[in-house]
Nanobody, 125 residues
Framework: QVQLVESGGGLVQAGGSLRLSCAASGRTFRTYGMGWFRQAPGKEREFVAA????????YYADSVKGRFTISKENAKNTLYLQMNSLKPEDSAVYYC??????????????????WGQGTQVTVSS
């Protein structure tokens, strides 16, 4: 099994930046892809960004394209999400997730079988 621990959340003003990290441990060799999702109060958990662990193919939700960048450091088994030009509507709990499914649809929640505990991001206007 893979264990995931997120960090880097916090309070930031609109237009500011934050960098989230997700440290993976355990059987990371079984990971095909990793992603970031977010959930605001009263809303469904939604896809933000994803990356294949070996090839580095990236995917983004339209709402964050051009502002967020997903990256990884395989040697450290760590996933990152650089968030720039933050908006109040980006406020949510951000979760990282891992998927073992070869060629799985990384934009879909059901593809992932391991989730971190989440980190709060709050953007003030």
């Amino acid at each position: 099994q893979v264990q995931l621990v997120e960090s880097g959340g916090g309070l930031v003003q609109a237009g500011g930046s934050l960098r989230l990290s997700c440290a993976a441990s355990g059987r990371t060799f079984r990971t095909y892809g990793m992603g970031w999702f977010r959930q605001a109060p009263g809303k469904e958990r939604e896809f933000v960004a994803a990356i294949t662990w070996i090839g580095g193919t990236v995917y983004y939700a339209d709402s964050v394209k051009g502002r967020f960048t997903i990256s990884k450091e395989n040697a450290k088994n760590t996933l990152y999400l650089q968030m720039n030009s933050l908006k109040p509507e980006d406020s949510a709990v951000y979760y990282c997730a891992a998927s073992p499914v070869i060629r799985g649809v990384l934009t879909t929640r059901n593809t992932y079988n391991t989730w971190g505990q989440g980190t709060q991001v709050t953007v003030s206007s």
